[in-house]
């Protein structure tokens, strides 16, 4: 599965949100290496309900065959919309808050550093919000497609929606922890530059934004994949 290049000039080389946490000595990364395999993990993210969903899509019978002039109408459909997508993305990540200037010794009080933060912290959480309504929509919009191609890419449109129901509330504190974060980045930026903390913050959440919209993106590039395989998935 190819990771998409990323149009910003700075981002030249796409980052992994695992690694990039890593690289910032998160309380949360630094864990990583003691957590039980994906396999344990996603086994405790779902419920028994959802296991079982889970068990009857997988249960149930392929029938209708590939139809080829609907499998390339939806694959030139998700390339130009994936593309559309990322670059409306992209270009909303620079649109930082317009927070007026203070000076060190203001900055210092930790009452008014925290409401300068607090736009950053803002803007972050709303971008991730925009990533993820923007790429759910994709993803539901790229199912349907996937349904009307044949029964077998119709089930992995249903084990793709289940999972994504599943993953929902991981996601949703793995957003928070990354927020506490970028609070303790913008602490380290401003004891390190008093005077320009917030050009390196600005630095920090364009990366993260970038690295967690590229791990977003793995989904619906499967699904496109799929689309593209010429042998029907099992």
Do not use: C
């Not at 002039?69 to 993305?89: D, G, I, Q, T």
């Amino acid at each position: 599965m190819q990771t998409l290049s990323k149009p910003n000039p700075a981002l030249l080389r796409p980052e992994s949100l695992s690694s990039l946490l890593q690289q910032w000595r998160a309380a949360s990364s630094a864990t990583l290496a003691n957590t039980p395999p994906a396999s344990q993990r996603l086994g405790a993210w779902l419920g028994w309900a959802q296991a079982i969903e889970l068990s009857q899509v997988l249960a149930t019978p392929v029938g209708k065959a590939s139809q080829p002039s609907v499998r390339v109408e939806a694959s030139s459909w998700a390339k130009a919309e994936l593309a559309r997508v990322h670059a409306e993305l992209t270009e909303s990540f620079k649109a930082f808050p317009d927070v007026p200037f203070q000076d060190a010794q203001a900055a210092e009080k930790d009452a008014l550093f925290k409401n300068l933060l607090a736009p950053y912290l803002q803007h972050f959480s709303l971008q991730e919000r925009v990533i993820e309504s923007r790429l759910s929509t994709l993803r539901g919009q790229l199912r349907a497609r996937l349904s009307r191609a044949s029964d077998a890419l119709g089930r992995l449109a249903l084990l793709d929606e289940t999972m994504e129901r599943a993953l929902a509330a991981p996601q949703s504190r793995a957003l928070t922890a990354m927020s506490a974060l970028l609070e303790m980045r913008a602490h380290k930026h401003f004891s390190a530059d008093p005077l320009h903390w917030r050009a390196h913050l600005n630095t920090d959440v364009e990366r993260l934004l970038q690295a967690a919209l590229d791990q977003k993106l793995q989904p619906v590039l499967g699904l496109i994949e799929a689309l593209n395989t010429p042998t029907e998935p099992a």
